[in-house]
């Protein structure tokens, strides 16, 4: 549906509406949050759809994006019963889909990926809407890779299968702003500042097998900030004070433990190094800013895509990567010989090469394109 917009010129320009599509992590719902923060900056309406209760709903503007919930979740790696019920979810989901999109009317479906594109997919191909993939991994989800046999448009964050169209993954303008390497590391001194990111849900195994390792350097050595996930910030807060012998405070070298940080920005900036699960999101960053990182891949990720993204960087000699059986043995020998210097060199090979042109506005501009040819 177009939308007319007069201007006081009296010329009348042809807009559209867009639908983001995008629940479950971080890592599909931040990306599809850039997109949507740059289309409203053009004064393109945007909708989005996500799940019930999928996190997606505490971090997308409910006033001022409309949100629609589609009943369906993932079933790989949850036993044959989901497969079972599988086709009677995905129906459900179908024609909640087509409501949905019936009633918002958009001209274009943006999937972000994951198993809610599934049905919204299918419901924009019976409605006959302008079809738009983007996939983050360096490895494409299943859904992805169903859904690329029949959509219009296939944007990739890096090379993969899908053989789409590579512009890099959608960065919010917060993080593109941050200060380059050079600024940042120009006449610092101190301990090496050390952030640890379990990701939008959490890593427990980083609250367990980390603080005892980081315990053997002394607050002259090292600063930490550690963000836990919500649901697992009760465990860190009691390992922490398990190793401080009750101190509430924690290790004198530990400066913060966080559910989750708001101002990312402001923590890349002071960190000199970042511990982190390897996600398309998380990797795309430490590119966009140039950060130095230790990246620790999620061993249950599907398809093993948490490593093959985190190959990016560690090719680039800008992370180390360290597989989660091996932290014991391995991350006190890389943290015992980093320093100040090395994480500054890491920091430069990251922001080396990367895409440096708007992604948000590359998919506007395609739209936009679309959009005037109707």
Request: net charge positive; charged share 20%.
């Given at each position: 549906?177009?939308?007319?917009?007069?201007?006081?010129?009296?010329?009348?320009?042809?807009?559209?509406?867009?639908?983001?599509?995008?629940?479950?992590?971080?890592?599909?719902?931040?990306?599809?949050?850039?997109?949507?923060?740059?289309?409203?900056?053009?004064?393109?309406?945007?909708?989005?759809?996500?799940?019930?209760?999928?996190?997606?709903?505490?971090?997308?503007?409910?006033?001022?994006?409309?949100?629609?919930?589609?009943?369906?979740?993932?079933?790989?790696?949850?036993?044959?019963?989901?497969?079972?019920?599988?086709?009677?979810?995905?129906?459900?989901?179908?024609?909640?889909?087509?409501?949905?999109?019936?009633?918002?009317?958009?001209?274009?479906v943006i999937i972000m990926g994951g198993y809610i594109g599934i049905p919204m997919a299918i419901a924009s191909k019976i409605l006959g809407i302008?079809?738009?993939?983007?996939?983050?991994?360096?490895?494409?989800?299943?859904?992805?890779?169903?859904?690329?046999?029949?959509?219009?448009?296939?944007?990739?964050?890096?090379?993969?299968?899908?053989?789409?169209?590579?512009?890099?993954?959608?960065?919010?303008?917060?993080?593109?702003?941050?200060?380059?390497?050079?600024?940042?590391?120009?006449?610092?001194?101190?301990?090496?500042?050390?952030?640890?990111?379990?990701?939008?849900?959490?890593?427990?195994?980083?609250?367990?097998?980390?603080?005892?390792?980081?315990?053997?350097?002394?607050?002259?050595?090292?600063?930490?900030?550690?963000?836990?996930?919500?649901?697992?910030?009760?465990?860190?807060?009691?390992?922490?004070?398990?190793?401080?012998?009750?101190?509430?405070?924690?290790?004198?070298?530990?400066?913060?433990?966080?559910?989750?940080?708001?101002?990312?920005?402001?923590?890349?900036?002071?960190?000199?190094?970042?511990?982190?699960?390897?996600?398309?999101?998380?990797?795309?960053?430490?590119?966009?800013?140039?950060?130095?990182?230790?990246?620790?891949?999620?061993?249950?990720?599907?398809?093993?895509?948490?490593?093959?993204?985190?190959?990016?960087?560690?090719?680039?000699?800008?992370?180390?990567?360290?597989?989660?059986?091996?932290?014991?043995?391995?991350?006190?020998?890389?943290?015992?010989?980093?320093?100040?210097?090395?994480?500054?060199?890491?920091?430069?090979?990251?922001?080396?090469?990367?895409?440096?042109?708007?992604?948000?506005?590359?998919?506007?501009?395609?739209?936009?394109?679309?959009?005037?040819?109707?």
């Amino acid at each position: 549906m177009k939308i007319e917009e007069i201007y006081e010129d009296n010329i009348i320009i042809n807009k559209f509406k867009t639908m983001v599509v995008a629940a479950g992590t971080g890592g599909h719902i931040y990306p599809g949050l850039a997109i949507s923060e740059y289309f409203l900056e053009q004064s393109i309406p945007v909708s989005w759809v996500g799940t019930p209760k999928g996190m997606e709903n505490s971090l997308v503007d409910k006033y001022k994006i409309p949100f629609y919930s589609i009943s369906i979740s993932g079933i790989r790696g949850k036993g044959l019963l989901p497969w079972i019920k599988l086709p009677f979810i995905l129906f459900r989901s179908i024609l909640q889909s087509i409501k949905a999109l019936r009633v918002d009317k958009p001209d274009f479906v943006i999937i972000m990926g994951g198993y809610i594109g599934i049905p919204m997919a299918i419901a924009s191909k019976i409605l006959g809407i302008h079809l738009i993939i983007h996939e983050q991994n360096a490895i494409p989800g299943l859904a992805n890779k169903v859904i690329s046999k029949f959509a219009n448009q296939i944007f990739c964050g890096f090379e993969n299968s899908l053989k789409g169209k590579v512009i890099g993954n959608p960065i919010r303008k917060s993080i593109s702003n941050i200060k380059n390497p050079q600024q940042r590391f120009k006449n610092k001194a101190g301990p090496l500042n050390i952030l640890i990111l379990g990701g939008s849900l959490g890593a427990s195994a980083f609250n367990r097998l980390l603080p005892p390792i980081l315990n053997k350097f002394t607050k002259e050595q090292i600063s930490v900030i550690h963000q836990s996930g919500e649901k697992h910030y009760e465990e860190l807060v009691r390992t922490y004070l398990n190793l401080a012998s009750g101190v509430v405070k924690g290790p004198p070298w530990l400066l913060g433990k966080e559910k989750f940080i708001y101002d990312i920005e402001e923590k890349y900036e002071w960190a000199d190094i970042v511990i982190a699960r390897s996600g398309a999101l998380t990797i795309s960053e430490f590119i966009e800013a140039g950060i130095a990182s230790i990246l620790i891949p999620f061993p249950y990720a599907v398809d093993n895509h948490q490593y093959h993204n985190g190959k990016i960087l560690e090719d680039k000699k800008a992370a180390y990567i360290i597989h989660e059986n091996e932290i014991e043995n391995k991350l006190l020998q890389i943290l015992l010989r980093i320093n100040r210097k090395e994480c500054f060199l890491m920091a430069l090979r990251a922001k080396k090469d990367k895409l440096n042109s708007n992604v948000s506005n590359k998919i506007y501009s395609y739209c936009e394109e679309i959009n005037n040819e109707k």
